[in-house]
């Protein structure tokens, strides 16, 4: 008989939301190498960073200070939504037949639905608070703007929303949310920047590209008066604002006298990854604990699992700092894959770090039929449809359960299930058709990818 | 200064949901009329309904119980996603300059989206008890669709749902997600049975209705071995299990010493707003307290606001038996409007009872445009984007609240948020481009609809 004292749901008060965010980098060994500034080609101080991101945000980005004050406005919006729920798989263990204890942190029932809200209402606050009046982004698979426009229709500040013409055309839906909440969503590439226009002079027809997006994005917040860019994945403000994952999930599994022995994320650029591990890693940093921890990439872009840890630049328009990380090279194209969030070249520098030093312990790669088997079967049996990109760690939780029952072990595991899956269904459908293509660059491949690495004089020949 | 003592989000714990459904019936002085045997025209007995519903499903519609135990296994999965958190509209409240206190009970975080999964689960448990191994059902914008798909994959039924054919073709993610839960979806008119076979003879391209859809579904139950069907609204077993809303509801608001002045719920078939108000009538009809009840209908489809009290059938395609309720006639073609789940000619006997005797205090038609506005303003301040038909419940509210202002009164408001707009973009993008029609039937057109009231000899003449 399964005991049933642990419920379905660990739920906590807003009492108990946490109050600061945890900063993993305070307790990291060693720090990644600097960011490099793409005009000088030298070593970035936070004050190059002034003119992209509100001056707070900068200072987030290069401190190591372990803890950090969430102010109380942004708190505030954080209770709307959270703490969120921590829920234990009876169902999955259940069909399973696994010895192991599954639980799963979900952060998909927020009307973004996935984990970047957290960090666009800490983002909009901070622009809102230094007096900035108006901010840039881009989106492609359309969560990120969706997070963006409900943080800045929250806080009042009117936001343009770059978003790449394919996607715009593709996912009418999606940019009827951001306008709903107030956005302005350009079709990129688009006539309002130069970058655009010069795109648009040698082909009227171009479709866009996420690289494309982000250059017109960082172009229209320098050069337009009190102006701010915002990115949602990859930065280290990103990572220290979504670390509330892991610390709420690490209070719940107190109150119910459990501590991980595995913890899955699936992983694109880094941001739901590093803030559900960050306070178990410091666990493991100060030796009071020793989780194993497993990034999942798609088999389609394989940035830890087959990248290289080099410096490079964080988007493909070349307009952003050089950060060292796990990448496959920025003009590396990763083949169309449902699973859009987790079609990055690159990956945040402070996971690559701690990949790289053997702290992170695993990066596994999937193939889409795989993870959408598993997408299904968790489904059916738990009830929540995820993200495909949030299957990517429900399959790799899976796998580890199955592995339980053949070694007859009692793990408890933990994986981040990062959104839900309303606007995927097409996703869905392709699967059920049989038309999912299961698809992992070759070695010419990648060595194409790697070309595109910069030189940079003295640090990366 | 705005005391913060409640929280944004009142929550239960699981050994808080409620274990007994509520059953108001047993508190009214007078019962509804009863059910209609459409074969014979008199008056229709439990044992009539069971070839179509599951045995112990027939005994609910008929029962006048005062409470009726959630059996563990429903308990169990109720407890995947309840109890569903009660939020207090702080930031609602401060952009309406209200002294009223609103609170609302959210239904949309499941996958289905809205409160629709409460009674699937039921009646997909109470289908398997009885060894049923097929059930069918019919579905037009799709919600009740999905939950039952979700429910019957969990207690592992095939089901067969009947999709209006011009919905499948309009909402092809809506069926993408139906068939991701394992359900056969089958456009109607279809070829499977002779309703739909003889329709489709006259007109081989006819795009479908939900009376046809109703049809089909009851007509394969009925002739297909150990099969039944299944309604997610409108019957008295659905109220039943819809009664968990308001009985957490309840408990939710007593943790913060409330109690509402004004329950507001949107009403199509009157499942969310029976279910919302059972517990608080039951406490009006004992003279325990005496809340304020609002029904909000669309104008464009007014049953109780605009209908009569009289007998009809529950569909257009005349199969299912008469009720004694408000009803346009089923004759009666609501205009194409953006809240599908409220666009039914009657109204649950239950609800119409109450209404007529008084107990309901009002039904109130809004526009379109009007119910947009309040959903925009609720997204932008409480961050949920909601469906359209909780949309009316919110502009009711709103409306109540402002009344508040001027009279200087710091009523208590609670209101059902139903289900969440992730399905229903469509809409918002018609109405933001300004293309939103207004519309109420003319006296003439409800006239049209009454005329096809059932005549039954020595009852309705």
Not at 228 to 249: F, M, T
Request: with cysteine; proline share 6%.
């Amino acid at each position: 008989m399964m005991s049933k004292n642990i419920p379905n749901r660990i739920l906590l008060t807003e009492n108990e939301l946490p109050k600061q965010w945890y900063n993993v980098r305070a307790d990291m060994p060693e720090q990644h190498d600097p960011f490099i500034n793409p005009t000088t080609m030298k070593p970035a101080v936070k004050e190059d960073f002034y003119p992209i991101f509100a001056e707070e945000l900068c200072k987030q980005e290069f401190s190591t200070e372990r803890y950090i004050d969430i102010p109380e406005e942004v708190q505030a919006y954080y209770k709307m939504y959270r703490p969120s729920p921590l829920h234990r798989a009876y169902n999955l263990e259940k069909i399973l037949d696994t010895p192991a204890k599954i639980y799963y942190k979900y952060e998909g029932s927020n009307t973004s639905g996935s984990h970047k809200l957290n960090s666009a209402i800490a983002q909009a606050y901070y622009n809102k608070e230094q007096g900035i009046t108006h901010i840039t982004t881009e989106t492609g698979a359309g969560q990120w703007g969706t997070a963006l426009a409900m943080a800045c229709s929250f806080y009042n500040i009117p936001l343009d929303v770059y978003m790449v013409k394919i996607s715009a055309e593709q996912k009418p839906y999606r940019k009827a949310v951001i306008e709903t909440y107030g956005a302005n969503v350009i079709p990129s590439p688009s006539n309002t920047t130069n970058v655009g226009r010069a795109i648009l002079e040698k082909d009227p027809n171009c479709t866009g590209s996420l690289g494309t997006a982000i250059s017109e994005a960082v172009e229209k917040a320098t050069s337009t008066p009190n102006t701010r860019y915002a990115l949602g994945s990859v930065l280290n403000q990103v990572l220290l604002h979504q670390s509330i994952i892991g610390a709420e999930s690490k209070l719940q599994l107190e109150k119910v006298d459990e501590y991980p022995d595995i913890i899955i994320g699936c992983a694109g650029g880094g941001s739901n990854l590093g803030g559900l591990i960050s306070d178990f890693m410091g666990d493991k940093l100060t030796g009071k604990a020793n989780p194993y921890f497993i990034a999942v990439e798609p088999a389609a872009c394989p940035s830890l699992s087959r990248g290289k840890y080099a410096y490079d630049f964080c988007d493909t328009g070349h307009v952003t700092p050089l950060a060292k990380m796990y990448t496959l090279g920025s003009g590396f194209i990763p083949s169309s894959i449902h699973a859009g969030g987790l079609r990055y070249h690159g990956m945040s520098p402070i996971v690559s770090k701690l990949y790289h030093d053997g702290y992170l312990d695993e990066a596994r790669a999937l193939f889409q039929n795989h993870i959408f088997d598993a997408a299904t079967l968790f489904a059916k049996t738990e009830s929540i449809l995820p993200a495909p990109e949030s299957a990517h760690a429900i399959a790799a939780a899976i796998d580890e359960a199955k592995k339980c029952k053949e070694a007859g072990e009692a793990k408890t595991i933990l994986f981040g299930l990062t959104g839900n899956g309303a606007y995927d269904l097409a996703a869905y459908m392709n699967y059920k058709a049989g038309n999912m293509q299961d698809y992992a660059p070759t070695d010419e491949e990648l060595e194409k990818g790697f070309a595109t690495l910069p030189k940079i004089p003295g640090i990366q020949e």
